[in-house]
């Protein structure tokens, strides 16, 4: 029995008289032994109609508008993947720039140049941008930001507020599949990793042939700002929050952690637009190395 | 100046419709201003709660043109004026008369949280608490019970089912005060995982929307929640920690054990109610100032009417198994 159980005369277990409370004489006296869990009433009669939703503005359009922009992204995404050229230029263009979904270039399938020192799954012959896209993927698909969008648009549990789910059963994330999404706090682990590599990309698009000497062109501002947009999605995502400070109850014992989860929190405030901008720049990013990639012109040297 | 139609819910368990009622607008006036003339003229028996006119005391919400919004908020000069201001009750809740419905169901989850359970004090006997330590918890005390938040949840709102084990945004955003307190040395996590449906939520925000208070629900208090759940069952690296470092979890039926539900002799028995009407609602060592309001003028009664809690006193849940 917890430690603070206490009978109505305020006796605790063990104390004298208070571990198996008497019954009081007086009739109709709740006393411990009545105690029962509070049963919850369902099935109540409701107000106002059966009807979907009462609302008259124009609700929809957020959802909507989700649905579009994330259904041409994944479209997206599925043929840059499953193209599987012009995904690297190579030094033979002045600049080595590749594609965000193509990297890291790991496995044996890559075009010469573009996997650079590290080469390790040599026995892999499909496209490259599925080892590219797991780790970014896993943890945009697990973003608490991303559920909520695709919940809505997609899933339609529920398509706005006040507005009826489209489903009878609901079980939330309480059961498999959606049980899953608690891996987000490794996803992001994964996605430092590729915010890492894919910001050496971008320091590598800076490098100039021959001498090795270092110019700038738009190839390499578009690497750079793709790479910055995903530390800042990544680092103001919730479970960056948590880690860095979230889980501290006592802040003052940990000034440092303290320090942190306030400049987290204050990116974590615009996670959604870093979470937006993010997917535009990456889809620019690559379908920028793309265009170079393919002949249509030659990435503009700055300097 | 122009006249306003307002359309409202008039009906009671057996049913009702919406009756329109055509009044004059008055600049400045807010839904709730406009109902009272309603029931000072056309329709003296228009049942709606109200209290304070000024956001605080969170009676008077209610659904209007759809939104969930307390009704001494809603100015009439941003509602379009073209079409009839509807006005309806809370859809989540049992509706008792017109916009009244009986909120209960908040009560009966609030009496089921674990209170405070403090460390032991210092050596000269008080505690101690830094700003920055109670700072975060700050912003849930700004939550006034209007129930807007309980009542937009579509895991309720859409699916009465889940409401014996679904706590909702309103009662995490206490478990989030109290599991993040300095003081406190409770573990509420099995039980919100088990129990009270924090996997239920899929953080669609339209608690945070909602809120008259504007407390950051799903980002300041689920969120978190969830990353404190994902600690305690769902890290590999946390559970060898503990495996290592021999410390065990709190089950949720131990936990559960600390609620006032449990050392409050109280029943939400329908046959008790009648037979005992000054022993409901008194709490003894109960610490959640929920508790109190649970016998208070607006809260109808919780009838055992399809009632689902097992009846065992030992045990909460019947097993722990949960959800």
Redesign the interface.
Known sequence: ????????T?RRPGEPGGSEPEKEDKP??????????????????????AVR?????PWWKSPAFTFVVLTLFVAYTVWAVFQNADYFVGISQHRDLISPLYSPCIVGSCVPGSHGTFLVLHWWMLTPALIGLSGPGLFRSTC?YY??AY??SFWQ??PG??V??GHK???????FP??LQ????YAWYVAIAWNVILTIDAIMAYRLPGDGGIGVSVGSLVLTANAAALWMYSLSC??C??VTG??V????KAPIR?RLWKVVSKL??IHMQFAWVSLFVVVIADAYVRMVAAGWFTDPKLF | MADVTMRVWRGDSTGGDFADYTMPAVEGEVVLDVLHRIQAGPAPDLACRWNCKAGKCGSCSAEINGMPRLMCMTRMDELPTEEPVVVAPMKTFPIIRDLVTDVSFNYVMARQLPPLKPRAPEADGTYRMQQVDVERGQEFRKCIECFLCQNVCHVIRDHEENKPNYAGPRLFIRYMELESHPLDTNDRRELLRQRMGIGLCNITKCCTEVCPEHIKITDNAIIPLKERVVDSSYDPIAWLGRKILRRTKRGAVEVAQDAPAFTAPTSEDRLERQTLPVMVGTAVGAGNPSTAASAGPGAGPAEAAGGTGPTAAGDPFGTDAGA
């Open positions: 029995m917890a430690c603070c159980r206490v009978d109505r305020g109709g006296v709740s006393t411990i032994d009545d105690v029962k869990p509070i049963p919850v009433t369902i099935g109540g009669v409701r107000g106002g109609p939703t009462l609302r008259r503005d608490y559920r909520k919940y809505r549990s529920p507020c006040a009826a789910d059963r609901y079980t939330g994330e309480s059961r959606l049980i608690n891996i987000h706090r919730h479970a929050r948590h979230g889980h109850n006592e802040f003052s303290h974590n405030a």
